[in-house]
């Protein structure tokens, strides 16, 4: 295992060249095969996570939860991780910067940090100052662990379809993500934005790298890399998929007596046995 500083400075690098794929797990099987396949960094997916040990998602996993199962990911791969922290579990700059301290000591090298409030406050999103301050919180909190910890500020506006219109919803983004980065972000995220021109408008106003989400519908990630993405991120949609795949084996099974749909994709006992033996487990 690589130290933790080089390994930040790698996942550093490797957001700023540009044309980033990121895959997101939500157990050691899956950032292992990941892993194997050639991504050069694991994300953890909160809503995976939570899905996968029976919650909804938005911190209704327990804080402490979280964390297990991002410190087993992080330490089962030899990659960066970066660790999906939701809003920072609390809503004050105090408990972001609690929650920074603990996710380093787990092993994550990076976080995503949402501005979405979880029907927790009257507004669906934190004030600019108020998400700003837990922003620098957090900054503050990687400096006093001494790591270069990547900061990515995720931006919910289009995820929830906030602003009347489409150049409202630009400018609140603009103003969000702008704002982030001088407090101290690394670079912005902005699920659920797939419009191609609207990417290449946010890329050009924002100081600062963007990372998109892949999603069934989006284009491709080179389509999205030439519109300015930085970064791609695959999410919860592995998860998703996999859940599909398996409510697809039930309806077979169970109306068919048959698996092909289990035979399409399956990953074998040896393959299984061989990427766990790998690493002594």
């Not at 899905?51 to 998602?57: A, K, P, T």
Request: aromatic share 8%; with cysteine; charged share 20%.
């Amino acid at each position: 295992m690589q130290p933790r500083f080089d390994l930040a400075q790698q996942f550093r690098h490797l957001n700023l060249q540009g044309n980033f794929l990121l895959a997101n797990a939500w157990d050691i099987a899956g950032a292992r095969i990941f892993e194997e396949t050639g991504f050069a960094a694991i994300g953890t997916t909160s809503g995976g996570i939570a899905y996968s040990h029976g919650y909804c998602d938005a911190e209704l996993i327990d804080r402490d939860d979280m964390l297990r199962h991002i410190a087993a990911i992080a330490g089962a791969v030899n990659v960066p991780v970066t660790a999906d922290i939701e809003a920072g579990y609390g809503a004050s700059a105090p408990a972001v910067a609690d929650t920074i301290l603990r996710v380093i000591e787990a092993g994550a090298v990076g976080i995503n940090i949402e501005d979405n409030s979880h029907g927790t406050m009257p507004s669906p999103l934190f004030d600019i100052p108020e998400q700003s301050a837990r922003i620098r919180a957090a900054r503050e909190a990687a400096d006093q662990a001494d790591l270069p910890l990547w900061i990515n500020a995720r931006i919910d506006t289009y995820l929830l379809g906030l602003g009347d219109e489409t150049e409202s919803r630009l400018a609140m983004t603009v103003a969000r993500a702008n704002a982030y980065l001088a407090a101290g972000a690394d670079m912005v995220f902005v699920p659920a934005l797939t419009d191609i021109s609207l990417v290449k408008r946010l890329r050009a106003l924002l100081h600062g790298p963007l990372n998109l989400m892949a999603m069934p519908g989006a284009p491709s990630a080179a389509e999205l890399f030439a519109a300015g993405a930085n970064r791609v991120s695959l999410g919860v949609c592995p998860m998703l998929a996999a859940m599909g795949t398996i409510r697809e084996i039930a309806i077979e099974a169970r109306s068919r007596g048959t698996w092909q749909t289990m035979q399409r994709s399956f990953y074998g006992f040896a393959e299984a046995e061989a990427l766990f033996s790998a690493r002594g487990n």
